[in-house]
């Protein structure tokens, strides 16, 4: 008789830098200890009753078995066509649109499709926490270059800098996650002048792209037909039609790169559920809601500002994005000389607002004395949290 010895074999990790994401973390704590939750972007308050009637209704049609590898066609088409009319750029929805499971398989899907080992791949930091673990599972080396600190300008000349022959591919995102900062016309002028003599693919990361604030205008890749011929635009619904836990995004690509793209989201995800894609596209065919997007939260923002201008906070501007940046070395509080992740959680834990380190954005855990707020919440939850945070 032969016992049965359970072994399990000892992994060799492939991410040694990895832990839990820091939203997750954050997110716990806050439940755990009762705190306001302005760490992890999402919203605390419903969607449009009439997305979600719209997914119902797809499911009571009996829209319940997979979709095409691709996406339902009325959703690629609706997203080719709102493409078109925001920024003047026609993606074919048959060959150039595909649905995700969100923006963050997206973009990981587009890495393993384009990157090679040896490649280099450029992110500007601070960058959001999946960029790079993704890099490195396809084997690509991660090239960090800087935003300006302060002011989180894209340096042009860092930038030109570290494109090598080796750089298969430079990752941006506008409006920016975490610093709040949007680029600007010149700014994407300037690196369509800069990719021009070269074979450097862009990712453009535009989740946030219906929250820009101020009377400005989103600088889509699409717009840009220099760098739209050599990018994927990777954005999603859960952040425009408050519904991150849906998980549905999208990816715009030439067909080139986009019949790529599918050859490894095929065996990746497959397809994403039916009956949300169909609702999606019922719902966004009005374009009221995404155009109404930016009032909505510069209303909230302005509430959270104003609020905030009551407080030992520093603020940093806000042009886009439902998130806030705060400076904490005015605090009146011996913790404001903590590194901002123990910061983070002794406001969480003892305060009872949850916030993200800027720290987490950063490769080597630069540390600025800056935290981040996410503002898309019920008044009263903005409320709550601004009385707690005015004791500092
Ligand atoms: N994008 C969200 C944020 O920055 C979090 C997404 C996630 O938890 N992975 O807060």
């Known amino acids: 008789m032969t016992a049965t010895l359970e072994y ?9 830098h990895v832990g839990t994401t820091i939203f997750t973390v954050m997110s716990q704590l ?3 200890k009762g705190a306001v939750n302005l760490g992890q972007g999402f919203p605390d308050f419903e969607c449009n009753p009439k997305l979600v009637d719209a997914v ?19 959703l690629r088409e609706t997203i080719a066509h709102k493409i078109q009319g925001m920024y003047g750029r026609r ?9 995700t499971a969100g923006a963050t398989q997206a973009i990981i899907t587009v890495i393993l499709a384009v990157v090679r080992p040896g490649d280099e791949v450029i992110v500007l930091e601070p960058c959001f926490d999946s960029y790079v673990p993704n890099i490195e599972l396809a084997g690509g080396t991660v090239v960090p270059v800087p935003l300006t600190p302060g002011t989180f300008r894209p340096d042009f000349d860092k930038i ?9 591919a430079i990752l941006i995102n506008s409006p920016h996650n975490p610093s709040a900062t949007t680029w600007s016309q010149a700014d994407m002028l300037k690196l369509q002048e800069l990719l021009a003599p070269t074979d450097v693919l862009l990712i453009s990361d535009e989740v946030y792209e219906h929250m820009v604030f101020d009377g400005h205008d989103h600088q889509s890749t699409a717009r840009y037909p220099g760098l739209a011929a050599r990018a994927f635009i990777v954005s999603s619904f859960g952040k425009t039609y408050h519904v991150t ?23 990746n995800v497959f397809t994403v559920n039916t009956p949300m894609q169909h609702g999606l596209a019922t719902y966004m065919a009005d374009p009221q809601a995404h155009l109404e997007l930016p009032m909505f939260y510069r209303r909230k923002r302005d509430l959270f500002r104003a609020g905030l201008a009551n407080t030992k906070f520093k603020l940093l ?5 439902y998130f806030q940046c705060v400076d904490i070395s005015s605090l009146g509080v011996p913790e404001r000389k903590l590194p901002e992740a123990d910061f983070c959680l002794w406001l969480t834990s003892e305060i009872g607002v949850a916030a993200i380190p800027l720290s987490a954005f950063y490769g080597n855990s630069f540390d600025q004395h800056v935290v981040r707020f996410c503002f898309a919440k019920k008044d009263e939850t903005l409320n709550i949290a601004l009385e707690r945070l005015a004791r500092l």
Not at 57 to 64: F, H, I
Request: glycine share 6%; proline share 12%.
């Open 8 to 16: 399990t074999p000892a992994l060799q990790t492939k991410l040694p």
């Open 30 to 32: 806050a439940a755990e």
């Open 56 to 74: 119902s209704d797809a499911m009571q049609r009996g829209l319940n078995q997979y979709p095409p590898m691709t996406g339902v066609p009325v």
């Open 91 to 99: 993606y074919d929805p048959n060959t150039e649109i595909t649905i």
């Open 160 to 168: 030109a800098a570290a494109l090598s022959p080796k750089t298969r």
């Open 245 to 267: 836990g849906w998980k549905v995004g999208y990816v715009a690509a030439p067909a080139s790169l986009t019949a790529e793209f599918r050859k490894v989201h095929q065996f």
């Open 317 to 321: 501007p806000c042009e886009g994005t």
